[in-house]
């Protein structure tokens, strides 16, 4: 005999036996285009919805608790986990906010922030892709899917031939990067982008005049710039609304600042104008890479940064010198000790403003260490932007503000 | 023997080892003058509130304040000095060293390209202001910073836990809180599903994703028990050599066909 199931169900406050024509329904944490485990909770006048409640916390695997007893090192392939799809946009952040903790951010060699910002790119490449597809998918177009994913597998297949990986990449330290590009990678990541623009053509040419498509997106999600402003959008649901704000741009990191490329923005704040700029800014993706390429071959061959208190010195110095050694086994048993004080560092991740907040007492392990995930205030808008809609819509808007699971529970 | 006393106040991982005479270096604090926004903004902040201190530190200021003026002060700071996006907002526990929380609200101004850190301290039983009402994403912050600490927010729409379940008990991210599970945490879903009893049942969980046990042929792959393929399931056994490394996987795979066709039309 099978077992009452005696999980006390917890409504929200909201009752079922109601007087009213209004009606609860449940929407997730199952729900194939919840991306991930979201539940949302709708209370629907006829297919209109009036009340939405987003409920998280079924991903939810304590990061920032792990952090806390782990050593800076250790910690940084957990950060893989948070945004999945873009794995190395994580690992920079986290290595890029702990380089700002010990104020070593102008040590990193040239040739890892050339190779860093390659990879930055690629992974918003590899992420928007990602989204097409998926958005694509929800919204009714199973071919737009199927292309993207192609396109995103042979982007994947250049990660891996990078670092051996193809979704928690760890292809960032602290300090640098671990390895030099493979022999014969960046030929194959220019044939690559030369095949990018046609097919991101034959996805605009598949959606952008497509009746269905536009239909389903124009005028659905509308976020007025006070609003995107007041619930702390980031990224293309910023400048969906209207906001010229990129980090890359406004407070440039890496090789940002000697790269020309446009920040493309919408005023039409709607569904539609965030899926055109997602597609203008694979475009400027490829335009960035195609600057770095051949800065690539003017850089020297060092790696990671050469600073012996904090970072393990190269492997042939730690094989030849009896200090190098001393000082990689305390780095490795030990760990680094960071100074006294604590940083907040933005990064644009593909999903918006990624930030890591390190609180450090001197202690190899952070005292706190609090991740700013875009994806979490992005979801969390879902609460005042959901009613007024009808229920269809509802999986066009969860597409379009490109939530990632992994990063919202952490 | 007596086992020796610890102090329960912070059970998080410590370093095992320090130098007896390392003293931690610090980040400086640079004086505000430096910079001429914020030397502007905390001047106009000092005329209307009573700060107890204001440094820059790494690019970034940094405002200490008194916990009761917390929203007074955000909103002069979104409507004054175009302080206008809230970043983060959360806190930390320094329950251990002075009984206290400190609170932070990362601020983002984007027509200046600054940004702003508001921090105050509260004591453990007391509660905070919500700063829900200035700006909205504060929502879920706040909720979430209840769930993780236990810091109670004054007039917040929906104070309730955010990313634990509702009928959690204590709030992880306290230096206080156990970093492994008792067995209450061990068998809460068995016990809420099920019942008690059903604990033997399900026996406890198996946390080695690698493990296989090599007599269950049921409910895995006939691991050391494999046959040739189309074989009956009760025949003669074959050993497989899977430390080879150098043996196909695929016996037709081609690496260099199956990688990076020339897709130009």
Not at chain 1, 365 to 388: C, E, M, N
Not at chain 2, 53 to 59: H, N
Not at chain 2, 62 to 68: A, N, Q, R
Not at chain 2, 118 to 132: F, H, L, T, W, Y
Request: charged share 30%; with cysteine.
């Amino acid at each position: 005999m099978q077992q009452r199931n005696r999980l006390e169900p917890f409504f929200e406050n909201l009752s079922f036996d109601r007087e009213d024509n209004r009606m609860v329904i449940n929407f997730g944490p199952q729900h194939p285009s919840a991306h991930g485990q979201l539940r949302l909770i709708l209370e629907l006048d006829g297919e209109k919805i009036v009340k939405a409640v987003p409920d998280i916390g079924y991903l939810h695997r304590g990061m920032e608790k792990m952090a806390e007893n782990m050593i800076y090192n250790e910690f940084l392939p957990t950060t893989d986990r948070m945004d999945y799809i873009a794995a190395t946009s994580n690992n920079y952040a986290f290595a890029f906010a702990v380089e700002k903790l010990l104020g070593i951010e102008n040590e990193v060699p040239r040739r890892a922030k050339v190779i860093r910002t390659i990879l930055l790119e690629l992974n918003r490449i590899i992420s928007h892709l990602f989204w097409l597809a998926t958005h694509a998918l929800d919204v009714g177009a199973m071919s737009v899917f199927l292309y993207c994913f192609r396109e995103r597998e042979y982007a994947l297949d250049l990660i891996e031939d990078y670092c051996g990986a193809r979704l928690t990449h760890s292809s960032v330290r602290i300090g640098g990067v671990p390895l030099d590009l493979p022999e014969g990678w960046l030929e194959k990541l220019s044939v690559y982008l030369n095949n990018l623009p046609r097919q991101i053509e034959l996805y605009e040419g598949l959606l952008d005049e497509n009746r269905i498509w536009r239909m389903r997106l124009e005028n659905v999600g509308v976020i007025p710039p006070e609003m995107a402003k007041s619930w702390g959008c980031s990224g293309i649901m910023l400048r969906g609304s209207g906001i010229e704000w990129d980090i890359r741009k406004e407070e440039p990191y890496e090789l940002y600042d000697e790269l020309d490329f446009d920040i493309p923005v919408s005023t039409t704040c709607d569904s539609y104008g965030r899926y055109k700029l997602y597609m203008e800014e694979m475009r400027q993706s490829i335009r960035i890479i195609r600057q770095l390429i051949p800065m690539y071959k003017d850089t020297k061959p060092q790696l990671m940064a050469r600073v012996p208190q904090y970072i393990s010195a190269p492997k042939e110095d730690i094989m030849t010198q009896n200090y190098s050694l001393m000082q990689h086994f305390v780095l490795v048993t030990q760990g680094m000790r960071p100074p006294v004080g604590e940083v907040y560092v933005p990064t644009e991740s593909p999903k918006g403003e990624l930030g890591f907040f390190i609180r450090s007492e001197g202690e190899p392990y952070p005292y706190r260490l609090k991740v700013r995930a875009p994806s979490f205030w992005h979801t969390s808008i879902l609460q005042d932007l959901l009613p007024g809609h009808y229920l269809a819509d509802v999986v066009t808007i969860i597409g379009s503000t490109n939530i990632v699971f992994g990063e919202i529970d952490r | 023997m007596m086992r020796p006393y610890r102090p329960k106040d912070n059970v998080q991982k410590k370093s095992y080892y320090t130098d007896r005479f390392w003293v931690a270096p610090k980040i400086p604090k640079i004086d505000v003058k430096e910079d001429e926004v914020f030397a502007s903004d905390t001047k106009k902040i000092k005329e209307k509130f009573d700060i107890k201190d204001a440094y820059i530190q790494r690019g970034q200021l940094v405002v200490e304040i008194d916990p009761k003026i917390n929203k007074d002060l955000l909103f002069f700071l979104r409507d004054e000095l175009e302080y206008d996006m809230l970043m983060e907002l959360s806190a930390i526990d320094y329950l251990a060293q002075s009984g206290e929380f400190e609170i932070f609200y990362q601020l983002l101004s984007m027509s200046k390209r600054k940004r702003v850190r508001v921090k105050c301290r509260i004591k453990e039983n007391e509660a905070i202001e919500s700063v829900n009402s200035v700006f909205r994403s504060a929502d879920w912050s706040e909720r979430e910073m209840y769930d993780m600490f236990g810091i109670v927010v004054n007039n917040h729409p929906y104070l309730k836990r955010l990313l634990m379940p509702d009928d959690w008990v204590g709030y992880p991210l306290r230096k206080t809180y156990p970093l492994q599970g008792d067995e209450a945490a061990q068998w809460y879903e068995i016990d809420k599903i099920f019942g008690k009893e059903y604990r033997e049942v399900v026996g406890p969980e198996m946390r080695d994703p690698a493990y296989i046990n090599e007599n269950d042929t049921n409910n895995f792959a006939r691991y050391k028990h494999e046959v040739p393929k189309g074989a009956p399931a009760d025949s003669e056994p074959i050993e497989i050599d899977s430390f080879n490394e150098d043996a196909p996987l695929v016996e037709t795979f081609d690496l260099k066909k199956s990688k990076f066709v020339n897709r130009d039309r």
